[in-house]
């Protein structure tokens, strides 16, 4: 490949197109009298310069602030978003447009439904409307099953409160469903074709095991639908998940592949160019003709010509041309994510894969070499981003792309042509859907394998300053890396190097801080602590919902001993990271709740334990115990042998309730434990005269409304901290449960902003609360 000076001329009209775009469509006033005060200064820049360039940008970014205030202005004017300013509840005529998301039942949490709808037709308030606005429509509860088998493309009838759309979304409102839905009409010959296709392709991997019948759909049509968050979450700390969803790279493998199998057969010129538009239109129709469908229809294209035309001037000028073209046609694309990704992914496979695949030549043959190159590229120019999104750097992102990277391409052509050959033989799809699930196999493994290691991810300040030093580290690594790829001992050795690296939990400077007496852990939306006993011994309560992150902080805290776990109750997002609590550490003994629900939780633990020989008690009300250095005192829960009540959602209603609460007092300091005990149960131990008064508050419920003032009060605490994830959708910690403990003179602080929180005490007693990261 030539290494010619790249062509940035068209570089500023794209970004002040994405920059108008992203204004333009805010919604906000002041935003967009920026974005005119922006142009109008690039307007006297070309009166002082005269420069074409300038001019340009002038134009694009003063057009595109124009196209996304009249799309916003068209989405705010339709009567689905006035009814939604009010709240109303109407019945509505909606298009399917796309298959639902569907996120499982959490903790008391029913599962919910989400997916995108066009409304045709709205009633309410004594009115009907006819128009086409799209509309985000939720379900939950049982309504989610039957919302699940209507096919995309039917039209159906709905009863649904509105509520306004998020800030710069493209939706003109949330319709709340308040059912299942009424089908009126089902989907059109296209949807239909279209439809019996991917059907096609699932009863194709229906041989392969769960996770490979879910993956390779997501592969190669962008059908989630199989996808598990135990998936999602480990493709996407080992820098997988642009592999769960359509990407550009599905188009560019399926493209080459068609192009390689024309010239074979002796297909020249123009043919070769029809054969490569049908293929992109082929792709287009069966992963729908939704905008990131589209956008990463174009992206591809642009990678895949990039990559064919062996320069980077012209793949970045295709780039910016494409970028142009996309916003122009959906403005709202500049403020999505998946368009930044797209877009960064695209410029890294132009600007870097090309020179690295050279330099690997030498060594490697030339698939191979384009196996790893492009999606290391992909991951190191998305990796800031990726950052800013999760507040949290893929350690282990660049290995994993480079062993899963030479499988993407035989799993996803294998599963287009199961695809296509559903249509004409289902034996012989059958067979080629699975080889395709076993050469999706090895990227399943990469990816559970590589987010099981203890430093597979870091925690990253999402600061500007922070972002910018990762992204100069991401740019500084890209320069050098084609000198590095270029030796084969060099490249081992630093392959070396970096699975040494993974093998062990990351150090971060400053944490855990020296002297600590108990960490709330960053586990998420769940509950995780550690009160330390002794050099790398401690009490554990709780392991919130996933192993990995309970792990982590296990690991960086240096424990190596659990004298004693405390499982507050058996909810999920308590009990759920137990294996990364009993992962290379020795537990002596496991107290849980006395009442043994959810079923299922409940005999995991005891198994488990059961396995590895760990007894498994409950603790009187009122025990008290010493454990090393910490002495406790069990206060609750007070009802022992309570009956089973069951709530509307299908959930005890004594679940939370009946978590143990526990005073540790430990180096002079007390802290209170309280699970997720209700205000109900809250009372019963105030009224019990049991001694609450406490130095550091575990805040019930991850700090949710239900809090008794009296409760709180009691405690006299110092500090309150709820352990609760970040943007969680139960709204934890409520605002108003933070200001009570504001007012009660407590200093209140979340896991979701400061992540993990330790706690020291200098010889006075007076405490100290240190963040792992940065609000």
Known sequence: MTDERPDLRLLPIALAAWGGSWLGTSGRTMLIMIGAAAAMAVLLGLILRRSWLIAATALTLAGLLLIGWLHQAALTGTAASRLARSRAIVTADLVIKNDPVVQPSDGIRPPYLSLRASENRLAGRGRQWRERAPVLVTA?????????????????????????????????????????????????????????????????????????????????????????????????????????AVSGANLAILIAFLMIIARWIGVRGWWLRMIGLAGVAVFVLLCRTEPSVLRAAAMGLVALAALGMSGRSRGLRSLCVAMVILLIMDPWLGRSLGFALSVLATGGIIWWSGRWVVAMRPWLPKIVAESIAVPLAAHLATLPVAAAISGQVSMVGILTNAVAGPFVGPATVLGFAAAGLSVLSSTLAGWVGWASCWAAQPILWTAHYGSALPGASWSWPVTPVALTLLATACLLIGVAMGQLLGSRWIAAVLALLMIMAVLRAPAQPGWPPKDWLAVACDVGQGDGLVVRIAERSAIVIDTGPDPKP??????QLGIRRVSLM??????????????????????????????????????????????????????DLGTR??????????????????????????QSALENDLSLVIMISIDRVRILFTGDVEPEEQRRVLASGADLRADVLKVPHHGSSRQDPDFIAATHAQVGIASAGQDNS?????????????????????????GSIALTADRSGRLRLVGQRSP
Request: include cysteine; hydrophobic fraction near 40%; charge should be positive.
């Open 140 to 244: 939950s509860g049982e309504a989610v099953a039957r919302w699940q088998r209507v096919p995309v493309g039917s039209m159906v009838r709905v009863t649904a409160r509105l509520d306004t759309a998020r800030p710069g979304s493209d939706f003109a409102a949330v319709a709340r469903a308040a059912g299942a839905p009424l089908i009126m009409e089902q989907p059109g010959l296209g949807a239909r074709s279209v439809e019996h296709v991917r059907a096609g392709l699932r009863r194709a991997v229906a041989r392969g095991s769960p996770e490979q019948r879910a993956l390779v759909p997501s592969l190669v049509l962008g059908d989630t639908a199989g996808i598990t968050p135990q998936i999602r979450a480990d493709f996407l700390s080992t820098g997988l998940t642009h592999l769960t």
């Open 550 to 555: 309970m792990r982590s902080c296990l690991d």
């Open 566 to 619: 405390i499982l507050s109750h058996f909810h999920a997002d308590h009990v759920g990271g137990l294996e990364g609590a009993l992962a290379g550490r020795r537990v002596d003994r496991i107290w849980v709740s006395p009442y043994a629900s959810p079923t299922h939780e409940a005999e995991v633990v005891r198994q488990r334990a059961a396995t590895l020989g760990i007894p498994v008690t409950v603790p």
């Open 625 to 650: 115990r010493s454990v090393g250095a910490a002495e406790l005192s069990v206060l609750g829960p007070l009802d022992r042998q309570p009956s089973p009540v069951i709530s509307a959602d299908g």
């Open 730 to 754: 139960y709204g934890h910690p409520a605002p108003r449960t933070m200001q009570l403990l504001r007012s009660d003179g407590m200093t209140a602080l979340c896991t979701c902003i400061r």
